[in-house]
């Protein structure tokens, strides 16, 4: 099957070009060679490919950033979305795009269904809820996939944060009231294979299995990686003032994925050490 993906140089589309790339003949492009917030960038691209699906990894990831940088939030995070759904709709292709757990608010107190009412408290919540809408709007089939907590070898994510300021800090503050489900990209990579290859179609929630805060989370990574004499202070959400809101809550529930597929994510404890395995020694 050819497949393009979008954003392959990310740390979930270099993941992506890895897991496809050994069952399919896969296609992957950057920002460098197109502008996702262009129709016509968009067009010429996906037109020149003719590919059978079209993973949009390509996204505008600084959530605080987004806060004073809306417009170009919206137009790659949403805009891009439509222009990718309009091209695909044309052809024939399915679009597999990439969602968020900050669509919701946090307020429930048990794992979000796909069909939970969706309500975003910062801009990078909104500009994603925004892509969805446009892609479900569309004529295009699509699988939607929501994620949380994304980490991985490539790229700059959280576990890497946390293992470079141990490493030189030695004292770190931490939230731990806000609880979700560290997610590995290689996983989500695996997800996405089994998704395309069981023709899926829809929303599903996609995440590592167990949920944990940011602070029990950065006390696993300093554990597992072996770095000596660091003191990790929980703290609240105010103690650390930024830009967008975050959900306190922000767990998936996966069932859907679970009974579509046949597949069990697993542990995130598990996924982390895989991770820190396959990381280099220095950061």
Known sequence: MKILILGHKGMLGTDLMAR??????????????????SAESCRDLIMEIQPRVVV????????????????????????????????????????????????????????????????????????????????????????????????????????????????????????DDQVGAPTFAWDLAGAVMELIDGNHAGVFHVTNRGTCSWYEFACKIVQFRGIPDVDITPIKTEELPRPALRPRYSVLNCRKFIDATGKVMPFWQLALQECLSKMPAAL
Request: hydrophobic share 40%; net charge negative; proline share 2%.
């Open 20 to 37: 496809l790339g050994h069952r399919h003949e896969v296609t992957g492009k950057d920002l460098d060679d197109f502008d996702l917030a």
């Open 56 to 175: 949009n990894a390509a996204a505008y990831t600084d959530v605080d950033g987004c806060e004073t940088q809306r417009d170009a939030c919206m137009a790659v995070n949403a805009g891009g979305v439509k222009n990718i759904a309009a091209v695909a709709e044309e052809i024939g292709a399915k679009v597999v795009h990439f969602s968020t757990d900050y669509v919701f608010d946090g307020a429930k107190k048990e794992p979000y269904l796909e069909e939970d009412p969706t309500s975003p408290l910062n801009v990078y919540g909104h500009s994603k809820l925004e892509g969805e809408n446009l892609l479900r709007s569309s004529a295009a089939r699509f699988i939607l996939i929501r994620t949380a907590w994304l980490y991985g070898v490539h790229g700059k994510n959280f576990v890497k944060t946390i293992i470079q300021k141990a490493q030189t800090e030695k004292r770190l503050r931490v939230v």
